[in-house]
T-cell receptor, first 112, second 114 residues
């Protein structure tokens, strides 16, 4: 699975959009970009994933560059409850179960 | 949505004793579950893959005789930390993936060995 690079930490004002970047310059054509987050002392929570088109769900939007070498997770209106470590993971999506390889992630702090 | 539940959420045990952690898939069957470990301020590290009806697969450096995994049914996997030592104190998390969806994680178990 391709390696990802994320900033160590970011701050965001409450109510503003949080834009979390992820670099995955070695991504292969059949690898998806997944985002999970981990609130302190909890298990990770799935947020969103995509292949090459931009995706949006009730939690966030995922913007993937045309060359697919980077992506941005957007939380449109950050709240204090969005304070967490956000993990960008790249891997092939296949049938069956598979483990996820977590990097260090980005610690997002939402500030009142 | 799919739910993966762990029990207990916190446990304190004495050195030398064994501790069992349960991971259940509440509304789906999971032939495979994954066990991760997370030390303070570090990321999740995969320990082992639990396979229903067969032996678990352990990652390099994880002692299979110390971390016993049993996956006796399609909804339950257990991790037993045997002869626990203070260095085994960590946050243990399990994961499972329903068919056609993404991976779900348990809420984690905080183990403290004193």
């Amino acid at each position: 699975d391709a390696k990802t690079t994320q900033p160590t930490s970011m701050d965001c004002a409450e109510g503003r959009a949080a834009n979390l970047p992820c670099n995955h310059s070695t991504i292969s054509g059949n690898e998806y970009v997944y985002w999970y987050r981990q609130i302190h002392s909890q298990g990770p929570q799935y947020i969103i994933h995509g292949l090459k088109n931009n995706e949006t769900n009730e939690m966030a939007s995922l913007i993937i560059t045309e060359d697919r070498k980077s992506s941005t997770l957007i939380l449109p209106h950050a709240t204090l409850r969005d304070t967490a470590v956000y993990y960008c993971i790249v891997r092939v999506a296949r049938a069956g179960s598979y483990q996820l390889t977590f990097g260090k992630g980005t610690k997002l702090s939402v500030i009142p | 949505g799919a739910v993966v539940s762990q029990h207990p959420s916190r446990v304190i045990c004495k050195s030398g004793t064994s501790v069992k952690i349960e991971c259940r898939s509440l509304d789906f069957q999971a032939t495979t579950m994954f066990w991760y470990r997370q030390f303070p301020k570090q990321s999740l590290m995969l320990m082992a893959t639990s396979n229903e009806g067969s032996k678990a697969t352990y990652e390099q450096g994880v002692e299979k005789d110390k971390f016993l995994i049993n996956h006796a049914s399609l909804t339950l996997s257990t991790l037993t930390v045997t002869s626990a030592h203070p260095e085994d104190s960590s946050f243990y998390i399990c994961s499972a993936r329903p068919a056609g969806t993404e991976a779900f994680f348990g809420q984690g178990t905080r183990l403290t060995v004193v």
